[in-house]
Nanobody, 130 residues
Framework: QLQLVESGGGLVQSGGSLRLSCVASGFNLDYYGIGWFRQAPGKEREGVACISIDGGTTNVADSVKGRFTISRDNALNTVYLQMNSLKPEDTGVYSC???????????????????????WGQGTQVTVSS
């Protein structure tokens, strides 16, 4: 069974840090770009950060730039989201998603984006208190 499982969410005070993990099982992440998304109550889901297959390309939303860092360890089949200087507006359900990258691209290992996700995790709740 192919699945992504997130962990690391919780309740933290404003200014605190959390590290989220996204572990893939049943398939190899070596062929997938990964994105982290979040959805706050009453709001649409937004892309927070994405990372390419080789880890060399990352995109981070302006709202979290300088505070959040995405990384991956393909040997562990795991992607991380390090979140520092958390704010109450960062509260939401954080989910990771995997996109199988077409090998027809010029540089498939260097691509990451927030569209065309093939598999989603169930999410982990992050709550930041003021």
């Amino acid at each position: 069974q192919l699945q992504l499982v997130e962990s690391g969410g919780g309740l933290v005070q404003s200014g605190g840090s959390l590290r989220l993990s996204c572990v893939a099982s049943g398939f190899n992440l070596d062929y997938y770009g990964i994105g982290w998304f979040r959805q706050a109550p009453g709001k649409e889901r937004e892309g927070v950060a994405c990372i390419s297959i080789d880890g060399g390309t990352t995109n981070v939303a302006d709202s979290v730039k300088g505070r959040f860092t995405i990384s991956r360890d393909n040997a562990l089949n795991t992607v991380y989201l390090q979140m520092n200087s958390l704010k109450p507006e960062d509260t939401g359900v954080y989910s990771c998603a995997a996109e199988k990258i077409s090998q027809d691209l010029d540089y498939p290992d260097e691509y990451c984006g927030f569209g065309g996700m093939d598999l989603w995790g169930q999410g982990t709740q992050v709550t930041v208190s003021s």
